[in-house]
Protein backbone atom coordinates (compact mmCIF):
# COMPACT_ATOMS: atom_id res chain seq x y z
CA UNK A 1 0.00 0.00 0.00
CA UNK A 2 1.14 3.77 -0.22
CA UNK A 3 3.34 4.81 2.23
CA UNK A 4 3.77 8.27 3.83
CA UNK A 5 3.28 11.32 1.43
CA UNK A 6 4.13 14.72 1.72
CA UNK A 7 3.76 17.82 -0.38
CA UNK A 8 5.84 20.20 -1.99
CA UNK A 9 8.84 17.94 -1.71
CA UNK A 10 10.75 21.20 -2.04
CA UNK A 11 9.67 24.88 -1.32
CA UNK A 12 11.79 28.21 -1.69
CA UNK A 13 10.31 31.06 0.11
CA UNK A 14 10.94 34.68 0.99
CA UNK A 15 11.85 35.52 4.07
CA UNK A 16 8.53 36.66 5.82
CA UNK A 17 6.40 34.48 3.38
CA UNK A 18 3.67 32.18 4.64
CA UNK A 19 4.30 28.64 4.14
CA UNK A 20 2.15 25.25 4.13
CA UNK A 21 3.15 21.80 4.37
CA UNK A 22 0.98 18.84 3.95
CA UNK A 23 1.16 15.02 5.12
CA UNK A 24 -0.82 12.49 3.86
CA UNK A 25 -0.36 9.31 6.47
CA UNK A 26 -0.92 5.60 5.70
CA UNK A 27 -4.35 5.03 5.63
CA UNK A 28 -6.23 4.13 9.22
CA UNK A 29 -2.67 4.74 10.88
CA UNK A 30 -3.98 7.38 14.07
CA UNK A 31 -1.22 8.67 15.24
CA UNK A 32 0.57 11.30 13.28
CA UNK A 33 3.95 13.47 14.17
CA UNK A 34 6.14 15.88 12.77
CA UNK A 35 9.56 16.58 12.87
CA UNK A 36 12.16 19.33 12.03
CA UNK A 37 15.62 18.29 10.39
CA UNK A 38 18.27 20.46 10.17
CA UNK A 39 21.45 20.19 8.04
CA UNK A 40 23.80 17.58 9.71
CA UNK A 41 21.14 16.96 12.70
CA UNK A 42 18.45 14.33 13.46
CA UNK A 43 14.95 15.22 13.42
CA UNK A 44 13.38 16.83 16.40
CA UNK A 45 10.18 16.25 17.55
CA UNK A 46 7.68 19.06 16.40
CA UNK A 47 3.82 17.71 17.48
CA UNK A 48 1.77 14.82 17.50
CA UNK A 49 -1.79 14.30 16.83
CA UNK A 50 -4.19 11.37 17.28
CA UNK A 51 -6.82 11.38 15.04
CA UNK A 52 -7.66 15.09 15.09
CA UNK A 53 -6.69 15.77 18.60
CA UNK A 54 -2.78 17.46 18.69
CA UNK A 55 -2.00 16.27 21.78
CA UNK A 56 1.70 17.46 22.29
CA UNK A 57 3.02 20.97 20.60
CA UNK A 58 6.15 20.98 23.22
CA UNK A 59 8.63 21.12 20.15
CA UNK A 60 7.06 23.27 18.03
CA UNK A 61 9.73 26.44 17.82
CA UNK A 62 7.59 29.63 17.81
CA UNK A 63 4.02 30.78 17.63
CA UNK A 64 4.63 31.33 13.65
CA UNK A 65 4.40 27.24 14.13
CA UNK A 66 0.60 25.77 13.83
CA UNK A 67 -0.34 22.45 12.83
CA UNK A 68 -4.03 20.92 12.46
CA UNK A 69 -5.47 17.74 11.42
CA UNK A 70 -8.90 19.10 11.46
CA UNK A 71 -10.42 15.04 10.40
CA UNK A 72 -8.05 12.81 11.79
CA UNK A 73 -6.59 12.41 8.24
CA UNK A 74 -4.55 14.99 6.23
CA UNK A 75 -2.43 17.13 8.23
CA UNK A 76 -0.83 20.50 6.94
CA UNK A 77 2.34 22.24 9.20
CA UNK A 78 1.72 26.36 8.65
CA UNK A 79 4.98 28.69 9.08
CA UNK A 80 3.67 32.05 9.79
CA UNK A 81 6.24 35.08 8.51
CA UNK A 82 9.13 32.45 7.64
CA UNK A 83 13.07 33.17 8.76
CA UNK A 84 15.92 31.78 7.42
CA UNK A 85 16.43 29.74 10.59
CA UNK A 86 13.23 27.68 9.57
CA UNK A 87 15.44 26.49 6.39
CA UNK A 88 15.27 22.63 7.17
CA UNK A 89 13.76 19.65 6.10
CA UNK A 90 10.30 18.73 7.65
CA UNK A 91 9.56 15.30 8.39
CA UNK A 92 5.92 13.59 8.75
CA UNK A 93 5.80 10.44 10.08
CA UNK A 94 2.53 8.21 11.24
CA UNK A 95 2.11 5.21 13.30
CA UNK A 96 -0.79 2.19 13.76
CA UNK A 97 -3.80 2.66 15.93
CA UNK A 98 -2.61 1.78 19.53
CA UNK A 99 0.30 3.61 18.79
CA UNK A 100 2.36 4.29 22.05
CA UNK A 101 6.07 4.90 21.82
CA UNK A 102 6.78 1.64 20.88
CA UNK A 103 5.02 1.65 17.52
CA UNK A 104 7.35 2.32 14.41
CA UNK A 105 7.17 5.41 12.89
CA UNK A 106 6.71 5.33 9.12
CA UNK A 107 7.95 8.76 7.76
CA UNK A 108 7.74 10.71 4.27
CA UNK A 109 10.31 11.68 1.95
CA UNK A 110 10.00 14.90 3.31
CA UNK A 111 9.46 18.65 2.67
CA UNK A 112 13.01 20.46 1.99
CA UNK A 113 12.17 24.22 2.76
CA UNK A 114 14.68 26.88 2.29
CA UNK A 115 13.81 30.50 3.20
CA UNK A 116 15.71 32.88 1.42
CA UNK B 1 15.07 15.30 29.77
CA UNK B 2 16.54 12.12 27.27
CA UNK B 3 19.27 12.60 24.75
CA UNK B 4 20.96 10.20 22.32
CA UNK B 5 24.80 10.56 21.52
CA UNK B 6 25.66 8.90 18.45
CA UNK B 7 29.53 9.42 18.96
CA UNK B 8 30.81 9.10 15.20
CA UNK B 9 29.22 11.52 12.87
CA UNK B 10 30.73 9.57 9.40
CA UNK B 11 32.27 5.85 9.44
CA UNK B 12 34.33 5.18 6.08
CA UNK B 13 34.14 0.95 5.83
CA UNK B 14 35.79 -1.53 3.32
CA UNK B 15 33.08 -3.83 1.71
CA UNK B 16 32.91 -6.93 3.73
CA UNK B 17 34.50 -5.70 6.61
CA UNK B 18 32.63 -5.48 9.77
CA UNK B 19 31.02 -2.08 11.47
CA UNK B 20 30.03 -0.53 14.90
CA UNK B 21 28.02 2.32 14.84
CA UNK B 22 27.81 3.80 18.67
CA UNK B 23 24.66 5.19 20.41
CA UNK B 24 24.82 5.88 24.16
CA UNK B 25 21.63 7.47 25.31
CA UNK B 26 20.61 8.95 28.53
CA UNK B 27 17.22 8.30 30.76
CA UNK B 28 16.34 8.12 34.24
CA UNK B 29 13.26 5.81 33.44
CA UNK B 30 12.98 2.61 31.30
CA UNK B 31 13.06 3.43 27.83
CA UNK B 32 12.79 2.23 23.86
CA UNK B 33 15.53 1.86 21.94
CA UNK B 34 15.01 2.21 17.63
CA UNK B 35 17.79 2.21 14.87
CA UNK B 36 16.27 4.38 11.82
CA UNK B 37 18.41 4.16 8.55
CA UNK B 38 18.00 6.80 5.94
CA UNK B 39 19.20 5.39 2.77
CA UNK B 40 20.02 8.01 -0.44
CA UNK B 41 17.01 9.65 -1.40
CA UNK B 42 14.46 7.88 0.74
CA UNK B 43 12.98 8.87 3.44
CA UNK B 44 13.61 7.13 7.30
CA UNK B 45 12.36 3.57 7.84
CA UNK B 46 13.29 1.83 10.83
CA UNK B 47 16.24 -1.43 10.80
CA UNK B 48 15.32 -2.76 14.42
CA UNK B 49 13.78 -1.78 18.05
CA UNK B 50 14.33 -2.85 21.53
CA UNK B 51 10.81 -2.76 23.70
CA UNK B 52 11.62 -5.34 26.22
CA UNK B 53 12.93 -8.85 26.73
CA UNK B 54 15.85 -10.41 25.12
CA UNK B 55 18.83 -7.30 24.80
CA UNK B 56 20.09 -9.04 21.39
CA UNK B 57 17.54 -7.58 18.45
CA UNK B 58 18.40 -8.03 14.90
CA UNK B 59 17.13 -6.64 11.51
CA UNK B 60 16.27 -9.10 8.33
CA UNK B 61 19.28 -7.57 6.45
CA UNK B 62 22.14 -9.19 9.23
CA UNK B 63 22.33 -5.41 11.97
CA UNK B 64 21.77 -6.52 15.35
CA UNK B 65 21.83 -4.13 18.28
CA UNK B 66 22.17 -5.12 22.14
CA UNK B 67 21.01 -3.35 24.69
CA UNK B 68 23.15 -2.84 27.52
CA UNK B 69 21.51 -0.86 30.65
CA UNK B 70 24.90 -0.48 32.38
CA UNK B 71 26.36 1.08 29.64
CA UNK B 72 23.39 3.12 28.72
CA UNK B 73 24.19 1.94 25.13
CA UNK B 74 22.66 0.50 21.85
CA UNK B 75 25.22 -0.15 19.27
CA UNK B 76 24.53 -1.53 16.03
CA UNK B 77 26.73 -4.24 14.05
CA UNK B 78 26.89 -5.79 11.47
CA UNK B 79 29.51 -8.20 10.80
CA UNK B 80 30.15 -7.77 6.83
CA UNK B 81 28.96 -4.56 4.90
CA UNK B 82 27.75 -4.59 1.52
CA UNK B 83 27.92 -1.33 -0.75
CA UNK B 84 24.19 -1.17 -0.44
CA UNK B 85 24.49 -0.45 3.50
CA UNK B 86 25.66 2.74 2.54
CA UNK B 87 23.02 5.19 4.58
CA UNK B 88 22.98 7.27 7.17
CA UNK B 89 21.64 5.41 10.67
CA UNK B 90 20.18 6.96 13.36
CA UNK B 91 19.77 6.09 17.11
CA UNK B 92 16.55 7.21 18.95
CA UNK B 93 15.09 6.77 22.70
CA UNK B 94 11.29 6.82 23.80
CA UNK B 95 9.81 6.37 27.34
CA UNK B 96 6.81 6.31 28.50
CA UNK B 97 4.32 8.82 26.35
CA UNK B 98 7.67 10.96 25.40
CA UNK B 99 8.19 12.02 22.07
CA UNK B 100 11.26 10.01 20.02
CA UNK B 101 14.45 11.80 20.41
CA UNK B 102 17.18 11.23 18.05
CA UNK B 103 20.67 11.43 17.72
CA UNK B 104 22.51 13.58 15.39
CA UNK B 105 23.08 10.55 12.93
CA UNK B 106 26.03 8.70 11.50
CA UNK B 107 26.72 8.25 7.40
CA UNK B 108 28.03 4.91 7.29
CA UNK B 109 29.98 4.60 3.12
CA UNK B 110 30.86 1.52 2.15
CA UNK B 111 34.00 1.34 -0.06
CA UNK B 112 34.48 -1.29 -2.67
Do not use: M
Request: proline letters at 6%; one cysteine or more; hydrophobic letters at 35%.
Amino acid sequence: GAGVSQSPRYKVAKRGQDVALRCDPISGHVSLFWYQQALGQGPEFLTYFQNEAQLDKSGLPSDRFFAERPEGSVSTLKIQRTQQEDSAVYLCASSRPGGGPQETQYFGPGTRLLVL
Amino acid sequence: AQSVTQLDSQVPVFEEAPVELRCNYSSSVSVYLFWYVQYPNQGLQLLLKYLSGSTLVKSINGFEAEFNKSQTSFHLRKPSVHISDTAEYFCAVSSGNTPLVFGKGTRLSVIA
